[in-house]
Nanobody
């Protein structure tokens, strides 16, 4: 089992930046993939960014070049640096941890609102 604690959401203006953090209750070396999904009101949940245990990353096309996912193994924490935020980035962002074998854990979610 793993608990995920997220932080860093908030209200920002278009063009500004935010950094989300997701800290796991166990070493990241025991987790296959970690990443972020988001869900906006009235829309389906979508994958935002993924980082593998080896550090390979993938992003949804709408955030490529603006968002960066990274991990600090010493702190058991994954980060999502979000730059040049747009109104359409407004959503609840949830961190997840894939332990393999179909076992996935989710954080509680953090609200990101981009508005002028």
């Amino acid at each position: 089992q793993v608990q995920l604690v997220e932080s860093g959401g908030g209200l920002v203006q278009p063009g500004q930046s935010l950094r989300l953090s997701c800290t796991a209750s166990r070493t990241l070396f025991s987790i296959n993939d970690m990443g972020w999904y988001r869900q906006a009101p009235g829309k389906q949940r979508e994958m935002v960014a993924i980082i593998s245990r080896r550090g390979n990353t993938d992003y949804t096309s709408t955030v490529k070049g603006r968002f960066t996912i990274s991990r600090d193994n010493a702190k058991d924490t994954v980060y999502l640096q979000m730059n040049s935020l747009k109104a359409e980035d407004t959503a609840v962002y949830c961190c997840y941890a894939d332990l393999g074998g179909g076992t996935i854990y989710w954080g509680q979610g953090t609200q990101v609102t981009v508005s002028s």
